[in-house]
């Protein structure tokens, strides 16, 4: 593995109108990477996605929060992190209950809720999820385009 590069943070309020400016910046870093422009659109997609689900469950019952994301430049990839404080989840549980999916399956046959994993598992090379106080989602695509795992790696610490 490549040491990183650069690393670039930023802190938006928990609201939807802000995913917009993530894009952007997603765009801008990965353009100046060298990501094709379906690449780009991917690694947006994807971001949009944890960064929507950061919004929409992690501050349920709190008027404020805030969503950070990370952007970790390395030479062979872009490692992009979205961490809230808001409420957690169960992954594995919310995962089985969506049930199993297979590339074949329409999207139209998705459960209502579950298209926004099966997105980031299908458009990233590696997909982790880390659930402790809050979720934070790590979303890994690399330069040449070869995906490294297929499966989303789940880790959970108890707060407490």
């Known amino acids: 593995m490549n040491s990183i ?20 910046t997603l765009s801008g870093i ?5 990501y094709s422009y379906d690449e780009i659109e991917d ?6 996605e944890a960064c929507t689900n950061a919004v929409q469950h992690a501050y349920k019952n709190v008027e404020k929060g805030e969503v950070t994301i990370g952007f970790g ?7 992009v992190m979205v961490s809230d404080t808001g409420q957690s989840f169960n992954f594995e549980a919310k995962k089985k209950e969506l049930g199993p999916y297979s ?3 329409s999207v139209d046959s998705l459960p209502e809720g579950g298209l926004g994993l099966y997105l980031m598992e299908t458009l990233m090379d ?7 106080t809050g979720v934070t989602v790590f979303l890994t695509k690399f330069l040449n385009g070869e995906r490294v ?11 407490n």
């Open 5 to 24: 590069v650069d690393y670039i943070e930023m802190k938006i309020p928990a609201r939807p109108e802000y995913v917009g400016i993530v894009r952007l």
């Open 30 to 34: 990965a353009s100046r990477m060298g």
């Open 43 to 48: 690694l947006k997609i994807a971001t949009s």
């Open 73 to 79: 430049l390395y030479e062979d990839r872009l490692e």
């Open 103 to 105: 590339s074949n399956a």
């Open 126 to 132: 590696e997909v982790r999820v880390q659930i402790s």
């Open 149 to 159: 795992n297929h499966d989303t790696t789940v880790t959970n610490y108890e707060a």
